[in-house]
């Protein structure tokens, strides 16, 4: 797995016994990796004095009652103590999705307990758990030091908001990428293929606070970048909340603008269940959503770019039923019809499951289906628009390659002969032709994705254009389009 490139060590150092002898205990987590799925690697430090053993758990969090005995344990290394080194990886598809916390726990001969809690993370395997707090230390036993010997924590990112840069774009449109980690490696990477924007997703529950946003979009501005916010909210919380839900989100995205983002997607592939409540999915209701998000975010930074929520690309209507999912074209025409592009600035799409080159409109093995390519797809979002002044964001465009990772999982298994040259070739060409699209003018493609990592029943690291072996053929490949 890629490596965490912008850590933020909660370190701490802490005296045992006596000032001879010191006990470091610690997890080296980034606060802003707080949803994980599949295996995680976990590094840090067990080195208290006169350690018989120790090993990881973890168990379930609640805020309101952190504490509790019921702490399963995921790695059991060796004895020996460990110096910022790997401790060994847990597999998070034993567990279901939730909030959790992870304890390492360390024991001394005299049969003493040392502790170092990180929370909360949120387990997200079935797409379903999602967490806008940062990661903290909750716990750790073997603190000596006092609060006010404390280092105070890290409000650099927030203490001013770092101004949008001055970005020259130098492709036929401009294009970015999504990204987990946005390490330097990323950096760079898209930095090479010209690319100026990039783009978070990012959780909203009632009651969040703007700090994880606020720092994504500092961090995105001082690497010199354009920032994209997919913000999203929680399905069972809509479903009951009604428009006070809708307002109180509407608010947060108001709130976020204010910070300085300079494009805001308003929720995510609402024509599905897993996105949007069962029984409830329509283009209607997503329009008063909508609405209220247009005036808020425009009311706090009329610069901010208001992005409709992208949709996933979908004929399974017939197969599941309208409670559980409309096929896109259906949703496209309904959004169309319900006056949604009154209150955006863009509509967005997503196109994700290319197996051919994108020039192609017809040959896939697998069916005929429109969204397998991309010319269709673009039409399929164009045409119920073809009568409003406003045009298409492609705030997802990737192809999957299980190059360097193996077999790919049965329901991904379309895939498995796409190369990473295809995907580096594909993703120019697709670039060059939604440039070229006449139908609708696309005014911007987030490649999906740079640096994800996961490679499980989610292949998401399938996607990343950042290979196994760190090299990126699709930024030579796009760098190639610069004029």
Not at 54 to 59: C, N, P, S, T
Not at 187 to 197: C, E, I, L, P
Not at 376 to 384: E, H, I, K
Not at 385 to 397: A, G, K, Q, V, Y
Request: aromatic content about 10%.
């Amino acid at each position: 797995m890629l490596r965490l490139t912008w850590l933020l060590l909660l370190t701490f150092v802490f005296a045992f016994v006596s000032a001879a002898q010191t006990a470091d205990l610690r997890l080296e987590w980034d606060p802003a990796r707080n949803i994980i799925t599949g295996s995680v690697d976990l590094r840090g430090t067990a080195n208290v004095p006169d350690q018989q053993f120790f090993y990881v758990e973890a168990a379930q969090y609640d805020p309101s009652m952190p504490e509790t005995d019921l702490w399963t344990p995921i790695v059991l290394p060796p004895m020996a103590a460990i110096v910022d080194g790997e401790i060994g990886a847990w597999h998070t598809a034993v567990f279901p999705d939730g909030l959790y916390q992870v304890r390492l726990h360390a024991i001394n001969s005299a049969q003493e307990n040392f502790y170092y809690v990180l929370a909360p993370i949120a387990i997200n395997n079935d797409g379903q758990t999602m967490n806008s707090v940062p990661v903290q230390v909750i716990e750790n036993t073997a603190m000596t030091e006092t609060a006010e010997d404390m280092p105070a924590e890290d409000e650099s990112a927030g203490a001013q908001m770092i101004p949008a840069p001055q970005v020259e774009n130098r492709l036929p449109i401009p294009v970015g990428g999504h990204v987990l980690h946005f390490g330097d490696a990323a950096k760079a990477a898209m930095k090479s293929a010209g690319m100026t924007w990039v783009k978070w997703q990012i959780p909203y529950f009632e009651g969040t606070d703007l700090t994880v946003a606020r720092d994504r979009i500092n961090w995105s501005h001082e690497a010199g970048f354009l920032v994209l916010l997919s913000v999203t909210g929680e399905k069972h919380a809509l479903a009951e909340g009604g428009d006070a839900y809708l307002d109180e989100y509407a608010q947060f995205l108001g709130g976020v603008a204010g910070l300085g983002a300079d494009a805001i997607e308003v929720w995510n592939e609402m024509n599905i269940d897993r996105e949007w409540p069962t029984g409830q999915i329509d283009p209607r209701r997503y329009k008063v959503m909508l609405e209220k998000a247009y005036t808020q975010i425009k009311a706090a930074n009329p610069d901010t770019i208001v992005i409709t929520g992208a949709l996933a690309p979908t004929g399974a209507e017939g197969a599941f039923g309208l409670a559980a999912v409309w096929n896109d074209d259906r949703y496209y025409w309904g959004m169309a019809n319900a006056g949604v592009a009154e209150f955006a600035d863009c509509i967005g799409a997503h196109y994700n499951e290319g197996i051919l080159p994108p020039t192609s409109q017809g040959g896939d093995p697998r069916d005929e289906y429109p969204t397998r390519y991309l010319p269709l797809m673009l039409q399929r979002v164009a045409f119920p628009f073809r009568n409003f002044d406003i045009p298409m964001c492609m705030t997802e465009m990737g192809y999957l390659s299980p190059e360097g990772y193996g077999r790919l999982p049965d329901a991904f298994n379309w895939a498995a002969y796409t190369s990473v040259q295809e995907q580096a070739r594909w993703l120019a060409d697709a670039i060059q032709i939604s440039a070229n699209f006449q139908r609708m003018p696309v005014e911007m493609i987030i490649v999906w994705n740079i640096d994800f990592e996961s490679y499980d029943n989610d292949p998401q690291a399938g996607y990343a254009i950042i290979r196994p072996d760190g090299s990126c053929p699709a930024c030579e490949t796009i760098a190639a389009l610069q004029r």
